[in-house]
């Protein structure tokens, strides 16, 4: 048997929820079916009791409606922003302490070089210019022997250094060195700084501000400053 197409409409109809012209062609409908015009008698009296109801007794049989939504969700977001930045910091935290960790590990026999400024009379791309290394002359007893060579540029003095810790030494232990380029006038400027144990060997490049014409000598030191070994420029 097939259904009306109509069934569904008798409720509708009754509460007024037809639009014009859905109205107009149901009530055509119900002048030839005899079922959407038992449907429609069986339901007319709805709207009739529900204008009896009252709210307030409504709201004693009815479930409390549930809280809105939204602000809910907007709390949610809040919260779960806040947990992102807050993993967020912990990664950074954890990052930055395996960096510092890492650097403590490489850095023993490994000196702490300044950033090189770029030279632009130098072509970029290109292997640099092999660099005459020459040994530094020791001004006190000490565990360690280097060779230096002074690469002059534009902003200042290129410095390649190559140096060595004795093996066998009475130190017998790691030990802070630094490297101090000295200019005119006794103006002093630390150009690396590294912890170095017996037997390590370490090579790096740094900077000074001194140029040819006013860089006078390059001292290796204790970290209390004493000489150890020295490079007059000639």
């Given at each position: 048997m097939t259904r009306c197409e109509f069934a569904y409409d008798d409720g509708?109809?009754?509460?007024?929820?037809?639009?014009?012209a859905e109205r107009a062609a149901y009530e055509r409908h119900l002048g030839?079916?005899?079922?959407?015009?038992?449907?429609?008698?069986?339901i007319a009296v709805l709207p009739g009791l529900l204008g009896r109801l009252d709210p307030?007794?409504?709201?004693?049989?009815?479930?409390?409606?549930?809280?809105?939504?939204?602000?809910?969700?907007?709390?949610?977001?809040?919260?779960?922003?806040?947990?992102?930045?807050?993993?967020?910091r912990r990664r950074y935290a954890l990052t930055t302490l395996a960096a510092a960790g890492l650097a403590l590990v490489v850095g023993v026999g490994t000196a702490v070089a300044?950033?090189?400024?770029?030279?632009?009379?130098?072509?970029?791309?290109?292997?640099?210019?092999?660099?005459?290394?020459?040994?530094?002359?020791?001004?006190?007893?000490?565990?360690?022997?280097a060779d230096l060579g002074l690469t002059g540029t534009?902003?200042?003095?290129?410095?390649?250094?190559?140096?060595?810790?004795?093996?066998?030494?009475?130190?017998?232990?790691?030990y802070p060195f630094r490297?101090?380029?000295r200019g005119p006038n006794g103006a002093t400027e630390q150009i690396g700084s590294w912890l170095a144990a017996p037997g390590d060997d370490l090579s790096f490049t740094g900077a000074t501000r001194?140029?040819?014409?006013?860089?006078?000598?390059?001292?290796?030191?204790?970290?209390?400053?004493?000489?150890?070994?020295?490079?007059?420029?000639?």
């Open positions: 509708a109809y009754v509460l007024g929820a037809l639009a014009p030839g079916c005899a079922s959407c015009r038992e449907a429609v008698a069986e307030a007794g409504l709201e004693q049989i009815l479930p409390p409606p549930a809280p809105p939504r939204v602000p809910a969700l907007l709390d949610e977001a809040r919260q779960r922003r806040r947990r992102e930045r807050a993993a967020d300044l950033p090189r400024p770029v030279d632009p009379s130098v072509p970029q791309g290109r292997p640099a210019p092999q660099v005459s290394m020459v040994a530094m002359r020791p001004v006190a007893a000490g565990p360690v022997h534009k902003w200042g003095t290129e410095v390649t250094m190559r140096c060595g810790y004795d093996a066998r030494t009475s130190y017998g232990k790691a490297l101090v380029a001194f140029t040819d014409a006013e860089l006078v000598s390059v001292e290796l030191q204790k970290a209390d400053g004493t000489p150890l070994l020295t490079y007059a420029v000639p």
